[in-house]
């Protein structure tokens, strides 16, 4: 099972440490292990805690208070925004918006101009990601907007315009949006163990019968997903213990976690690192692009100017979307990642002339309030 997308918009927030507390008591180790199935959650004996399902992967922190399990999911920001200096780009400016496909509708305004852009069309499907747009100028300062009222329910709302400078130039970036999801409220739950074995419940998930305990040692995936996780766990745990304020991202935006920097040399000239071991694995990589390890760029985490409550007026919303993702589209404009070449079945189908006739056209630092 693979958490890595989920993670790379989870991988970059403070947590409240409870773990050394947490190893005085011994139902930690007598708790740890994974409950559940196809979603459920993992318990780690220092108090950390998975908690996964279908393209979710949240982690944080849990305390044990007399019978009851009080768990703390890491809290995020609603924007995200890295940047670097691409100098193969020249005047130019390049855009990777993460995670805006899913959720609520949400805007962009460069340079403070009257006009805003939704990022996505309305209701997308057929998505062929990475999501990347180029921008023919330099980007000054920027605005991102996101409407997520229903997202919420009772729960307080964050602002929802986030403003940015760009005061030394950056013409790369990485936004990412995180959507508000449950999964990141707190939530309590409960031992309970019987004849058939131990069952966690939970108050927000897992329904009635909650997730059973099982046992490793008689599932091989299962040991596996565990040896995954924990690989996984340490480096995320590595990675906070540094406190950086930057990721790691190949060509494609694909977030590296945790790399060993010391098999990198860094090219001023690119502004790039390469590894030392640049042709090992050559092939692998060029089948397997999204995984390339071998040319990294350094972004820097970029703190907003000012987060406020805006008020959008529909006329000001231009009438194309940054990116049109829509199955079947028959203007030929939908979205698809070019940063990697064909297969070459998808290249033999499009040299297949149609025969049917198209469907019609369907912790953050202080800012300014």
Request: aromatic share 16%.
């Amino acid at each position: 099972m693979k958490y890595r997308i989920a993670l790379i918009f989870t991988l970059l927030y403070t947590l409240n440490v409870f773990a050394q507390e947490n190893k005085k008591d011994p139902r930690y180790e007598q708790y740890s292990g994974g409950y559940g199935s196809n979603d459920g959650i993992y318990l780690f004996d220092d108090g950390r805690f998975i908690l996964y399902g279908y393209a979710t992967a949240v982690f944080g922190e849990y305390s044990i208070d007399k019978d009851i399990l009080s768990f703390f999911p890491e809290k995020r920001e609603l924007f995200e925004v890295y940047a670097t200096q691409n100098k193969s780009l020249g005047s130019k400016t390049q855009i990777n918006y993460a995670g805006f496909e899913r959720g609520s509708i949400s805007l962009i305004r460069f340079n403070n101009g009257k006009s805003l852009q939704n990022i996505f069309n309305d209701n997308p499907n057929c998505f062929s990601g990475p999501f990347v747009s180029e921008v023919p100028k330099n980007i000054n300062e920027f605005t991102l907007y996101n409407l997520a009222d229903k997202e919420y329910g009772d729960r307080i709302r964050p602002y929802n315009s986030w403003k940015y400078k760009n005061d030394k130039g950056y013409n790369d970036f990485i936004f990412i949006y995180n959507q508000p999801r449950p999964e990141y409220e707190n939530f309590s739950g409960k031992m309970v163990t019987n004849e058939k074995g131990t069952t966690l419940k939970l108050s927000n998930f897992g329904g009635e019968n909650g997730y059973p305990k099982y046992d490793l040692k008689q599932n091989e995936e299962k040991q596996s997903q565990w040896k995954e996780l924990l690989d996984m766990k340490d480096k995320y745990t590595r990675y906070k213990e540094k406190k950086e304020d930057f990721i790691m991202a190949n060509k494609h935006y694909s977030v590296i976690l945790d790399p060993d920097m010391s098999i990198y040399n860094y090219d001023s000239h690119s502004n790039q690192y390469i590894s030392k071991n640049v042709d090992e694995n050559a092939a692998y990589y060029n089948d397997n692009p999204f995984n390339d390890i071998r040319y990294l760029r350094k972004f820097s985490k970029l703190q907003p100017e000012s987060r406020s409550n805006t008020r959008i007026s529909e006329k000001d919303i231009l009438s194309m979307p940054v990116f049109l993702s829509k199955c079947n589209d028959p203007s030929g404009r939908s979205y698809r990642y070019k940063g990697v070449p064909k297969s070459g079945l998808e290249a033999q189908y499009e040299k297949i002339p149609p025969t049917t006739i198209p469907s019609p056209p369907m912790p953050l630092a202080p800012v300014k309030k």
